[in-house]
């Protein structure tokens, strides 16, 4: 194990301070902050996200930007209640590139998801959740260790070694990218449904 998580980490707020330190790739030196994940630390239930937006870097918290609002809804419809979730990212730094004076998002590189998966084995370890859902190719990529593909592994169930459960779920970021309205709301409701499927299947 690395330096910065030894001795083990026993706490939420520790951990967060370390991810606040952290230099193990280069995009900590291009963020505001780290954004560390937020919920109880014996939550049932993690939802994993690829990496803070421009808002959740500003403001330091998870999905607070317009996925989040989506994610908030999609969790609520799926009779998942957020403040008893451990919501994170598998990466834990705004990576972007500036176009004029807008910060534009930039996909992690698999490098820097490697790096930072310190941090979600921490996490994992402190809130040993029953149950993962990976939003996303890249937060899929880190809680499994490999690349999935996320239309094949719809409502498929993936295991851990501890025995959590793990689903892969689109990342709600890509239902923002839908122009056509009534596509729109039937994704979300689908989106919905995967979230509600996963919950159901949490042991
Ligand atoms: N997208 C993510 O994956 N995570 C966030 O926190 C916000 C947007």
Known sequence: MDAELRPPIRSLGRLAEAEEHCTRCPLYADATQAVPGEGPRRARIMVVGEQPGDQEDRAGHPFVGPAG???????????????????????KHFKHEM?????????????????????????????????????????????????????????????????????????????????DSADRRTQFRRFSADLRHAASQAG
């Open 69 to 91: 609002r989506l994610l908030d809804q999609a969790l609520e419809n799926a009779g998942i209640d957020r403040g008893e979730t451990f919501v994170t990212n598998a990466v």
């Open 99 to 179: 176009r004029g004076k807008r910060r534009l998002h930039k996909r992690p590189n698999a490098y820097e998801v490697e790096r930072c998966h310190k941090w979600f084995e921490a996490e994992l370890a402190l809130v040993k959740p029953a149950l993962i859902v990976a939003l996303g190719a890249t937060a899929a990529r880190s809680v499994l260790g490999r690349p999935v593909p996320i239309g094949k592994s719809r409502r498929k169930r993936f295991e851990l070694a501890g025995g959590t459960a793990v689903f892969v779920i689109q990342h709600p970021s890509a239902l923002l990218r839908i122009r």
